[in-house]
């Protein structure tokens, strides 16, 4: 069952733009998760978030969660060509471990 | 550094032919999980597994099996392949519940059945 739903499907900018991706689920979480996935490949986790946070930062990433919208954003900030890829929020249901992924969004950034 | 290994990149299987991806860790990780990867879909769990040689059905298990006989290596069984199991899949593992719990993942399996 798909938790999560991601918005835009597809993003493209300049390298050197911001790219904000949005991500809503269903049910009550224990924590939040994105990965990145380059062609291909598989995934590689980039942050986690926990429920009684609101914010997050790694390196050029930010992250928000708002459980009363259920909803997450992930922000690259000074985005480069490297970071093109498809980016998945994942969503840890309550006393699971189990990882529910939304569709992803796919993100192409033009030198 | 720490892996999640499978043991195919690439497999072309016939219809009706008895299918195993295996999927090795290295991190001592008590869980370990099996996806496949659609277009449009996402990833979707057919089966995990928390401890050796216990199994749980995940979202799309029909058509599917798994063993985990040690705490490493969790296999994936098409007992009987048929082209809608063309697909990606992703083998990944993570500590259990109560930790950070992020998963590490594989580099997939990309599985045609003619």
């Known amino acids: 069952s798909q938790q999560g739903e991601e918005d835009p499907q597809a993003l493209s900018i300049q390298e050197g733009e911001n790219a904000t991706m949005n991500c809503s689920y269903k049910?009550?979480?224990?924590?939040l998760q994105w990965y990145r996935q380059n062609s291909g490949r598989g995934l590689v986790h980039l942050i986690l978030?926990?429920?009684?946070?609101r914010e997050k930062h790694s390196g050029r990433l930010r992250v928000t969660l708002d459980t009363s919208k259920k909803s997450s954003s992930l922000l690259i900030t000074a985005s480069r060509a490297a970071d093109t890829a498809s980016y998945f929020c994942a969503t840890v249901p309550y006393n699971t471990d189990k990882l529910i992924f939304g569709t992803g969004t796919r993100l192409q950034v033009f030198p | 550094d720490v892996k999640v290994t499978q043991s195919s990149r690439y497999l072309v299987k016939r219809t009706g032919e008895k299918v195993f991806l295996e999927c090795v860790q290295d991190m001592d990780h008590e869980n370990m999980f099996w996806y496949r990867q659609d277009p449009g879909l996402g990833l979707r769990l057919i089966y995990f597994s928390y401890d050796v040689k216990m199994k749980e059905k995940g979202d799309i298990p029909e058509g599917y099996s798994v063993s985990r006989e040690k705490k490493e290596r969790f296999s994936l069984i098409l007992e009987s392949a048929s082209t809608n199991q063309t697909s990606m899949y992703l083998c990944?593992?993570?500590?259990?519940?109560?930790?950070?719990?992020?998963?590490?993942f594989g580099p997939g399996t990309r599985l045609t059945v003619l």
């Open positions: 049910t009550s979480i224990n924590n």
């Open positions: 978030i926990r429920s009684n946070e």
């Open positions: 990944a593992s993570s500590s259990p519940w109560g930790s950070n719990n992020e998963q590490f």
